[in-house]
């Protein structure tokens, strides 16, 4: 019920390319879905954030899409670049400040 | 300084030592967190610190002990570890509130806890 569970653990991906990580959820109580990115001897920043009222949130590059019924939820980065190449973080938390993070996806982006 | 601040970076420490992190907001927060993170493995919280009271301990080894003097400052009193215990230790803090915005983590950079 508490677990937040995200794939893939490593993701390979050539400029320009598109990188996907999902996550899927079961507490349907979750109301707030942000995504992290951590870069080595960093800790993570929040990168883009959803709520369940929408299926689409886009920043830039980075966009969520959230799907309700299947408690699902995934990033997606547009023209991927090497300076991406980070850890990924995907969280799912309801209400104050009880997260439930993922295990993380360590994107590299070739350049 | 802005920020999440974390010192020391790095520490090493016997099984017998007694150690501190210490972790400081310039942020303005209200409520201040300590998160362990582990290779492969989800950041696990730790403690939570609200308005200065601990509301939340996640059944935390009594080897670990938190302090937190004022909305500022966050310690992390380290005593007799296991070589399980080495891992990224990260301090966090947050505004708490219903408003846009609210309760999102502001990490600092972590220290790097080895424990032989």
């Known amino acids: 019920q508490q677990q937040v569970k995200q794939s893939p653990q490593s993701l390979i991906v050539q400029k320009g390319g598109i990188s996907i990580i999902n996550c899927a959820y079961e507490n349907t109580a979750f109301d707030y879905f942000p995504w992290y990115q951590q870069f080595p001897g960093k800790g993570p920043a929040l990168l883009i954030a959803i709520r369940p009222d929408v299926s689409e949130k886009k920043e830039g590059r980075f966009t969520i899409s959230f799907n309700k019924s299947a408690k699902q939820f995934s990033l997606h980065i547009m023209d991927s670049q090497p300076g991406d190449s980070a850890t990924y973080f995907c969280?799912?938390?309801?209400?104050?400040?009880?997260?439930?993070f993922g295990t993380g996806t360590r994107l590299k982006v070739l350049a | 300084e802005t920020g999440v601040t974390q010192t020391p970076r790095h520490l090493v420490m016997g099984m017998t030592n007694k150690k501190s992190l210490k972790c400081e907001q310039h942020?303005?927060?209200?409520?201040m967190y300590w998160y362990k993170q582990s290779a492969k493995k989800p950041l696990e919280l730790m403690f939570v610190?609200?308005?200065?009271?601990?509301?939340e301990n996640n059944s935390v080894p009594s080897r670990f002990s938190p302090e937190c003097p004022n909305s500022s400052h966050l310690f992390l009193h380290l005593h007799t570890l296991q070589p399980e215990d080495s891992a990224l230790y990260l301090c966090a803090s947050s505004q708490e509130g219903r408003f846009s915005g609210a309760n999102v983590l502001t990490f600092g950079a972590g220290s790097r806890l080895t424990v032989l």
């Open positions: 610190y609200s308005l200065e009271e601990r509301v």
């Open positions: 969280a799912a938390s309801r209400g104050t400040y009880k997260y439930i």
């Open positions: 942020l303005g927060h209200n409520a």
